[in-house]
């Protein structure tokens, strides 16, 4: 299994941005979707964000419009730039590697793949 490690947590004012990196290694993180997730206190981890071999992103619906999902296959890294953030917003940012990205309906499965260590992002009002 490829390692996977987070970075670029921190505290920051509701209304930043943040930008998390997500390195991966191995030499197939070119021909795998990712993905970032998220769990906030008394809550389900929940997908916010994914990227697809090709491309295609998928967002959930709390951060469209927010938040971008991005891939430097040269650097094997993934990265979640956040803006406009809320503090609802505040969670531990997981990032998945390997997943299952269903092309046809834009979602994302981390049935399969690689976990992060995650790293957390708190947002002050």
């Known amino acids: 299994q490829v390692r996977v490690v987070e970075s670029g947590g921190g505290l920051v004012q509701a209304g930043g941005s943040l930008r998390l990196s997500c390195a991966a290694s191995?030499?197939?993180?070119?021909?795998?979707?990712t993905g970032w997730y998220r769990q906030a206190p008394g809550k389900q981890r929940e997908l916010v964000a994914a990227v697809s071999i090709g491309g295609n992103t998928n967002y959930a619906d709390s951060v469209k419009g927010r938040f971008t999902i991005s891939r430097d296959n040269a650097q094997n890294t993934i990265f979640l730039q956040m803006s406009s953030l809320k503090p609802e917003d505040t969670a531990v940012y997981y990032c998945?590697?390997?997943?299952?990205?269903?092309?046809?309906?834009?979602?994302?499965?981390?049935?399969?793949?690689?976990w992060g260590q995650g790293t957390q992002v708190t947002v002050s009002s």
């Open positions: 998945h590697v390997g997943g299952i990205y269903n092309a046809i309906t834009n979602r994302y499965s981390s049935v399969t793949g690689s």
């Open positions: 191995g030499s197939s993180f070119s021909r795998s979707a």
